[in-house]
């Protein structure tokens, strides 16, 4: 079992940065591939970029490219995400998640709670 808390959301203007952070407990978490997900009102769950458990490998969805950034501290425990350059069009509930291996990191095992992320325009 792995537990995972995200913290760091909050409003900002458009063209800020926001970081999030999310916790984890439980199992290794050096084991797991890390992975942010987002969900805007009145759409679907989103894959927003994953960091394998290595930290050698990540992937991003098209539209974050060059504005977020995901790292991982496995001393810590922490997985982040680092955005900058904010759109409107990024305000969602950020969901941190865990997979066992970075090949199902679209179907994560375990999941955070959520943060909410809104940015003015």
């Known amino acids: 079992q792995v537990q995972l808390v995200e913290s760091g959301g909050g409003l900002v203007q458009a063209g800020g940065s926001l970081r999030l952070s999310c916790a984890a407990s439980g199992r290794t978490f050096s084991t797991y591939a890390m992975v942010w997900f987002r969900q805007a009102p009145g759409k679907e769950r989103e894959f927003v970029a994953a960091?394998?458990?290595?930290?050698?490998?990540?992937y991003y969805v098209d539209s974050v490219v060059g504005r977020f950034t995901i790292s991982r501290d496995n001393a810590k425990d922490t997985v982040y995400l680092q955005m900058n350059s904010l759109k409107p069009e990024d305000t969602a509930v950020y969901y941190c998640?865990?997979?066992?291996?970075?090949?199902?990191?679209?179907?994560?095992?375990?999941w955070g709670q959520g943060t909410q992320v809104t940015v003015s325009s």
């Open positions: 960091r394998s458990s290595s930290g050698r490998n990540t």
């Open positions: 998640a865990a997979a066992s291996n970075i090949a199902t990191m679209k179907t994560p095992e375990y």
